[in-house]
């Protein structure tokens, strides 16, 4: 979001109130299931948000709007604001699970990805991207286990 609207907005709340022009991402993508229900969370609809139908697919180009002044604050991720010299206001944390078959656990390939997320490398550059954490990459995670980073 712009740095002139930073004070104006704590949380998705206040762009509830109708008086932040949004940049949205398209239909069907995670980032707009969650604006459309931290927006019903408020008790407002997309329609009454000014910018609700400026749909873009990337997350560089939420970024891409605000900065071209079409858009005051819209969804993304932190290593977009990040690089994009704008200000970030955590929503919620979104944990991507890659799902192997036991059977193919030990394929070579397989194990040479495995081995790049724990690549000192790898994680330094995450950590400086932003909005990352690696701490649990490339562990077995079973059924039923859960939560945010730590």
Known sequence: ???????????????????????NR???TGTRLLFDAELAAA???????????NCVARHIDVGFEIINGNAEA??????VARSLNLD???VQWERYDLIIPKSRYFD????????LLRDP?????????????LKRSASVIY????????
């Not at 008790?43 to 139908?53: H, L, M, N, S, V």
């Open 1 to 23: 979001m712009r740095k002139e609207i930073q004070k104006k907005l704590k949380s998705t709340k206040d762009i509830a109130s109708g008086n932040v022009t949004v940049v």
């Open 26 to 28: 398209t239909a069907g």
């Open 43 to 53: 008790g407002a609809e997309g329609k009454t948000i000014p910018g609700y139908d």
């Open 74 to 79: 819209g969804l993304g991720i932190r290593a």
């Open 88 to 90: 970030f206001i955590p």
């Open 108 to 115: 070579k390939n397989i194990q040479a990805f495995i081995s």
């Open 121 to 133: 490398r790898i994680i330094a550059h995450a950590e400086k991207l932003g909005g990352y954490d």
């Open 143 to 150: 059924p039923g286990e859960a939560g945010a980073p730590e």
